[in-house]
Structure formats: structure tokens, C-alpha cells
């Protein structure tokens, strides 16, 4: 069965700081996909990236990079220099490939705090 | 602008009530989906549909009901026979790429019982 974990559930940073989010995946396919969402105080969950079972290139976009590591099955966020505006909850995603959807897995999700 | 959109973004409910949130998007996404958060929680799936006259129940359907008349719309009915459902509902919708399945997401609405 799929599951994601999100050990930590809340962090607090000083603006400027970087800070990175942990999360394990379990899955029994060899294809899946990782997704990183945001989720801001209005609530509408932001799509952040997506990372296929392949490719375990690590990617950088602007101050946001993951790391993907199958053999760990760890999918970690990192944001450099943080600032207040990404004070949000983030969830990490897990999807099977061929079941279009259903199997779609959410974290619990990590409240990060940036302080001014 | 191509998006989801959600309404109304807060809504009241008595008990014993059915209540009927909107979801509308003009992206020409195959599938939508609705999901239920409650406060410090993940995200939980109620229904989905991959297409127009077919859905599928998900983790948490009971007391919930949906339709797909329209590509464009999936409205969600919380009946009364939902024992608790003050809680944030989004909308989400996905391009039918064989299994590639990023969802993009509305902007919720949040439904308190009085």
C-alpha cells in the first residue's frame, strides 16, 4: 500500500535561514510519481513540483531545490534563504502510475513558520 | 484565465441540511476530484471522476453524493447524513495523462454546522 510520511509536522525558522522538509514514501510499483504542494493561509493548495520514479535529478528552481533519493525513499524540500512569504503548509504527494488519480496519497503535511 | 473555481468560499449550514458546493473549471481536465481537510490534517479523498456521467467513491464518501453532468463541473452534496461535516473542501482536477495525474486545485470552501 502507498503511504507518505511528513515526520515533521512543524518548524520555525528565522527569515533568511534554510530549512528543509523530510518526506518518506512507500510504494510497491516501480513507476510512481512525487509531487510537493503549498498550501498558504487562503488555503488553495499550490502545485510546486512533480518527480517521476526514473529521474532522480535532483532539480533547483530559484531558492526552492529537492532531492530525490529512491534509495532512501525520501523526496526532501529545501528552501534557501526562507522568507516570510513562504510561511505555508507543505504536503508532499505520492501517485501510482495507470490508476489515474485514485491512488493519489497525501502526507499530514508540515507547517512551516518563517519569522521575521 | 484558465483555473478552478470554487463557491461559495464560506458556507453555513444547519443541521439536518443538505448543502451543495460548487466546482467548475475551464482547463479541459478529464478528471476532478474532491477532498476533505480538517484542521492540522492531511488531505482525505471523497469521490473522484475521470469522466463526463462516471465517478468513484474514495476513502470517505459516505454522506457525500456528486455528479458529472458537464466536463467543466463537479458539484459535491454534503447531506445529512454526513455526521460531521464542518470542514474545508477543495476541488481538484487533472489532465488525463496516463497516469501522470498532477492536480490543480481551487481555492476550497470552508462549511461550518451551526
Known amino acids: 500500500a502507498q503511504k507518505v510520511t511528513q515526520a515533521q509536522t512543524e518548524i520555525s525558522v528565522v527569515e533568511k535561514e534554510d530549512v528543509t522538509l523530510d518526506c518518506v514514501y512507500e510504494t510497491r510499483d516501480t513507476t510512481y510519481y512525487l509531487f510537493w504542494y503549498k498550501q498558504p493561509p487562503s488555503g488553495e493548495l499550490v502545485f510546486l513540483i512533480r518527480r517521476n520514479s526514473f529521474d532522480e535529478q535532483n532539480e533547483i528552481s530559484g531558492r526552492y531545490s529537492w532531492n530525490f533519493q529512491k534509495s532512501t525513499s525520501s523526496f526532501n524540500f529545501t528552501i534557501t534563504a526562507s522568507q516570510v512569504v513562504d510561511s505555508a503548509v507543505y504536503f508532499c504527494a505520492l501517485s501510482e502510475a495507470n490508476n489515474y488519480g485514485q491512488n493519489f496519497v497525501f502526507g499530514p503535511g508540515t507547517r512551516l513558520s518563517v519569522l521575521p | 484565465d484558465g483555473g478552478i473555481t470554487q463557491s461559495p468560499k464560506y458556507l453555513f449550514r444547519k443541521e439536518g441540511q443538505n448543502v451543495t458546493l460548487s466546482c467548475e473549471q475551464n482547463l479541459n481536465h478529464d478528471a476532478m476530484y474532491w477532498y476533505r481537510q480538517d484542521p492540522g490534517q492531511g488531505l482525505r479523498l471523497i469521490y473522484y471522476?475521470?469522466?463526463?456521467?462516471?465517478?468513484q467513491k474514495g476513502d470517505i464518501a459516505e454522506g457525500y453524493s456528486v455528479s458529472r453532468e458537464k466536463k467543466e463541473s463537479f458539484p459535491l452534496t454534503v447531506t445529512s447524513a454526513q455526521k460531521n461535516p464542518t470542514a474545508f473542501y477543495l476541488c481538484?482536477?487533472?489532465?488525463?495523462?496516463?497516469?501522470?495525474?498532477?492536480?490543480?486545485f481551487g481555492p476550497g470552501t470552508r462549511l461550518t454546522v451551526l
Open positions: 471522476s475521470q469522466i463526463v456521467n462516471d465517478f
Open positions: 481538484a482536477s487533472s489532465p488525463r495523462e496516463g497516469g501522470t495525474d498532477t492536480q490543480y
